[in-house]
């Protein structure tokens, strides 16, 4: 069965839930976003369902999957990395998608 991700997804991945025991327990760094390509691209880890997404960030599959983190309760946390992302690396336009995200009602509880 052929997979979506790459192997340095899927290895990330799995190196995130190593020492979990099968329950959710996040604790520490954990980055929802991997910056790709001068922010045109990122990989958006999932903690709902294990995957790891490589996205557009100016795509509709992106703000669905932002949609679905924010929804379950990781809005805050996504946000501040957005945040750190705009202020780190001001070049590459992570303002303007915290805004697109905005304007799309992600973060709206």
């Known amino acids: 069965m052929a997979s979506n991700t790459s192997k340095t997804a899927r290895a990330s991945v799995r190196a995130g839930q190593a020492g ?30 294990g995957r790891t997404s490589h996205l557009r960030t100016d795509s509709e599959a992106f703000v ?13 946390k996504i946000r501040a990395e957005l ?15 915290e805004k697109r995200l905005v304007e799309a009602g992600v973060f709206q509880a």
């Open 64 to 76: 669905e999957e932002i949609r679905a983190l924010a929804s379950a309760g990781h809005a805050i």
């Open 20 to 49: 979990q025991g099968g329950a959710l327990s996040v604790l520490g760094e954990f980055k929802y976003l991997i910056p790709l390509n001068g922010g045109k691209y990122a990989y958006v880890r999932n903690l709902l369902n």
């Open 83 to 97: 945040n750190s992302l705009a202020a780190t690396h001001p070049a590459d336009g992570w303002d303007t998608t």
